[in-house]
T-cell receptor, first 110, second 111 residues
Framework: NAGVTQTPKFRVLKTGQSMTLLCAQD?????MYWYRQDPGMGLRLIHY???????AKGEVPDGYNVSRLKKQNFLLGLESAAPSQTSVYFC?????????FGSGTRLTVV | GENVEQHPSTLSVQEGDSAVIKCTYS??????FPWYKQELGKRPQLIID?????GEKKDQRIAVTLNKTAKHFSLHITETQPEDSAVYFC??????????FGKGTMLLVSP
C-alpha cells in the first residue's frame, strides 16, 4: 500500500517546454487534488477531481490542464511552461479525515 | 469562496514553552478544520482535526479549539520540543468540498 505516489520528484524545464506530472493512489479514493506550494503563499489549489472522468478548476488553474481517465491516476499538464510555474507541486487524495499528500514534485522553469 | 487567514507567520519559542497558532475563516458553512505539519522538504501530514459539532479536541501535547460564532480556530502545542519545529498549516472546508489552506506558520523551538 504505497498511498499517494508522485512522479517525477524533480524536474528542470526550459520556458515553453511541456511536461506531465503523474499522481497515482492505491486507496480507491474518489477525490484527488493538485496544489502548488510557494514560499509565503501556503498551498493553493490548481485543479481537482471528484471521480473518474471529472475535473474542476481550483484557485490558480491558468496554464495547467488535468485529466482523470482512470480512478487511480490524476495527471497535471503544463503545455508551455513559464518561470512563474516554478514551484513545488503536491498531489493529494481525500480520505474521511482530510488529505493524504504525495511527496511532491519540485519543478524549476528556467 | 472560503478564505483562511493564519497568524503568526513565524513563531519562536523556547523548549518546554507553549505555542499557539490562530486561524480565521470566512465561510460559515465550513464544518471541517484540519491542521497539517510540514517538516522541511517533506509532505504535509495531518496532525489533528476538528469538526464543527465539537468545541475542543486533544491529542497528547496538541489541542485544537473552535469558536464557530467568531469563525476562528486555534492550535495549541504544550511542552514544545525541538522536533516540533516545522511549518504548520490550518485549513477549512464544508462537507466534501476542497480544503482551503492558510499561508502557514513556521514554528521554531530552540533548545
Amino acid at each position: 500500500n504505497a498511498g499517494v505516489t508522485q512522479t517525477p520528484k524533480f524536474r528542470v524545464l526550459k520556458t515553453g517546454q511541456s511536461m506531465t506530472l503523474l499522481c497515482a493512489q492505491d486507496m480507491n479514493h474518489e477525490y484527488m487534488y493538485w496544489y502548488r506550494q510557494d514560499p509565503g503563499m501556503g498551498l493553493r489549489l490548481i485543479h481537482y477531481s471528484v471521480g473518474e472522468g471529472t475535473t474542476a478548476k481550483g484557485e490558480v488553474p491558468d496554464g495547467y490542464n488535468v485529466s482523470r481517465l482512470k480512478k487511480q491516476n490524476f495527471l497535471l499538464g503544463l503545455e508551455s511552461a513559464a518561470p512563474s510555474q516554478t514551484s513545488v507541486y503536491f498531489c493529494a487524495s481525500r480520505t474521511g479525515r482530510g488529505y493524504t499528500f504525495g511527496s511532491g514534485t519540485r519543478l524549476t522553469v528556467v | 469562496g472560503e478564505n483562511v487567514e493564519q497568524h503568526p507567520s513565524t513563531l519562536s519559542v523556547q523548549e518546554g514553552d507553549s505555542a499557539v497558532i490562530k486561524c480565521t475563516y470566512s465561510d460559515s458553512a465550513s464544518n471541517y478544520f484540519p491542521w497539517y505539519k510540514q517538516e522541511l522538504g517533506k509532505r504535509p501530514q495531518l496532525i489533528i482535526d476538528i469538526r464543527s459539532n465539537v468545541g475542543e479536541k486533544k491529542d497528547q501535547r496538541i489541542a485544537v479549539t473552535l469558536n464557530k460564532t467568531a469563525k476562528h480556530f486555534s492550535l495549541h502545542i504544550t511542552e514544545t520540543q525541538p522536533e516540533d519545529s516545522a511549518v504548520y498549516f490550518c485549513a477549512a472546508s464544508s462537507g466534501y468540498s476542497t480544503l482551503t489552506f492558510g499561508k502557514g506558520t513556521m514554528l521554531l523551538v530552540s533548545p
